[in-house]
Protein backbone atom coordinates (compact mmCIF):
# COMPACT_ATOMS: atom_id res chain seq x y z
CA UNK A 1 0.00 0.00 0.00
CA UNK A 2 1.28 3.26 -0.73
CA UNK A 3 -0.03 6.77 -0.58
CA UNK A 4 2.06 9.79 -1.95
CA UNK A 5 0.93 13.63 -1.36
CA UNK A 6 2.44 15.88 -3.87
CA UNK A 7 1.58 19.88 -4.20
CA UNK A 8 2.61 21.57 -0.79
CA UNK A 9 4.25 24.81 -0.70
CA UNK A 10 4.62 28.24 0.05
CA UNK A 11 1.97 30.66 -0.31
CA UNK A 12 0.81 33.95 0.72
CA UNK A 13 -2.43 34.45 3.09
CA UNK A 14 -5.37 34.65 0.35
CA UNK A 15 -3.63 31.87 -2.40
CA UNK A 16 -4.10 28.47 -2.78
CA UNK A 17 -2.84 25.49 -3.61
CA UNK A 18 -4.04 21.96 -4.37
CA UNK A 19 -2.96 18.60 -2.90
CA UNK A 20 -2.94 15.61 -4.56
CA UNK A 21 -2.34 12.37 -3.30
CA UNK A 22 -1.13 9.13 -5.49
CA UNK A 23 -2.23 5.84 -4.14
CA UNK A 24 -1.46 2.20 -5.28
CA UNK A 25 -1.65 -1.27 -3.45
CA UNK A 26 -5.49 -1.20 -2.43
CA UNK A 27 -9.06 -1.40 -3.87
CA UNK A 28 -8.87 2.47 -3.98
CA UNK A 29 -13.09 2.94 -4.81
CA UNK A 30 -13.80 0.50 -1.67
CA UNK A 31 -11.93 3.37 0.74
CA UNK A 32 -12.65 6.36 2.37
CA UNK A 33 -10.08 8.35 2.22
CA UNK A 34 -9.23 11.70 4.77
CA UNK A 35 -6.50 14.91 4.99
CA UNK A 36 -5.42 15.24 8.30
CA UNK A 37 -2.89 17.85 9.30
CA UNK A 38 -0.48 18.50 11.89
CA UNK A 39 1.47 21.78 13.18
CA UNK A 40 4.30 21.37 15.30
CA UNK A 41 3.34 21.14 19.51
CA UNK A 42 -0.39 20.40 18.29
CA UNK A 43 -2.22 17.42 17.68
CA UNK A 44 -3.59 15.93 14.09
CA UNK A 45 -6.55 17.89 13.10
CA UNK A 46 -9.02 16.18 10.68
CA UNK A 47 -9.21 18.67 7.53
CA UNK A 48 -11.68 16.90 5.19
CA UNK A 49 -12.91 13.14 4.28
CA UNK A 50 -14.78 11.44 1.55
CA UNK A 51 -16.07 8.12 0.97
CA UNK A 52 -15.21 6.80 -2.61
CA UNK A 53 -18.40 4.43 -2.93
CA UNK A 54 -20.92 6.59 -2.23
CA UNK A 55 -19.05 10.57 -2.32
CA UNK A 56 -19.97 11.57 0.59
CA UNK A 57 -17.94 13.94 2.35
CA UNK A 58 -17.06 15.36 6.00
CA UNK A 59 -14.61 19.07 6.33
CA UNK A 60 -13.79 20.37 9.68
CA UNK A 61 -15.31 23.62 11.17
CA UNK A 62 -12.24 25.34 10.36
CA UNK A 63 -11.87 25.03 6.46
CA UNK A 64 -15.05 24.29 5.67
CA UNK A 65 -16.33 26.87 2.89
CA UNK A 66 -12.84 27.41 1.43
CA UNK A 67 -11.26 23.64 0.89
CA UNK A 68 -12.73 21.59 -1.27
CA UNK A 69 -11.74 17.62 -0.99
CA UNK A 70 -12.63 14.97 -4.43
CA UNK A 71 -11.45 12.20 -5.84
CA UNK A 72 -10.71 10.26 -8.78
CA UNK A 73 -11.42 6.79 -8.81
CA UNK A 74 -9.99 6.35 -12.21
CA UNK A 75 -6.43 7.71 -11.01
CA UNK A 76 -6.91 6.33 -7.54
CA UNK A 77 -5.69 9.60 -6.15
CA UNK A 78 -7.49 11.80 -3.82
CA UNK A 79 -7.61 16.04 -4.12
CA UNK A 80 -7.40 18.70 -2.02
CA UNK A 81 -8.58 22.01 -2.86
CA UNK A 82 -7.53 24.75 -0.02
CA UNK A 83 -8.62 28.52 -1.16
CA UNK A 84 -8.10 31.37 1.04
CA UNK A 85 -5.42 30.17 3.01
CA UNK A 86 -4.71 31.54 5.89
CA UNK A 87 -1.51 31.09 8.43
CA UNK A 88 -3.10 29.09 10.34
CA UNK A 89 -3.70 26.73 7.99
CA UNK A 90 0.07 26.20 8.15
CA UNK A 91 1.09 22.72 9.05
CA UNK A 92 2.30 19.23 7.05
CA UNK A 93 -0.95 17.35 5.44
CA UNK A 94 -1.61 13.94 5.79
CA UNK A 95 -3.45 11.56 3.37
CA UNK A 96 -4.73 8.36 4.33
CA UNK A 97 -6.91 5.75 3.74
CA UNK A 98 -9.51 3.91 5.71
CA UNK A 99 -11.56 0.79 4.97
CA UNK A 100 -14.39 2.04 6.89
CA UNK A 101 -17.40 2.51 4.51
CA UNK A 102 -18.77 5.72 6.05
CA UNK A 103 -17.12 9.42 7.04
CA UNK A 104 -15.24 8.89 10.09
CA UNK A 105 -13.13 11.63 10.20
CA UNK A 106 -10.72 10.69 13.14
CA UNK A 107 -7.76 9.57 12.79
CA UNK A 108 -7.40 6.48 14.50
CA UNK A 109 -9.86 5.21 11.74
CA UNK A 110 -7.59 5.16 9.39
CA UNK A 111 -5.12 2.10 8.38
CA UNK A 112 -2.91 3.39 5.46
CA UNK A 113 -1.27 6.97 5.69
CA UNK A 114 1.41 8.82 3.58
CA UNK A 115 4.39 10.92 4.54
CA UNK A 116 3.32 14.21 4.17
CA UNK A 117 3.31 16.98 2.31
CA UNK A 118 4.13 20.85 3.94
CA UNK A 119 1.84 23.50 3.42
CA UNK A 120 3.51 27.03 4.50
CA UNK A 121 0.89 30.14 4.39
CA UNK A 122 2.78 33.22 5.47
CA UNK A 123 1.31 36.41 6.73
Known amino acids: VQLVESGGGLVHTGGSLRLSCATS????????MGWFRQAPGKEREAVSC????????YYGDSVRGRFTISSDNAKNTVYLEMNSLKPEDTAGYYC?????????????????WGQGTQVTVSS
Open 50 to 57: ISNSDGLT
Open 96 to 112: AASTMAIVLCTPEWYEH
Open 25 to 32: GFTFEHYT
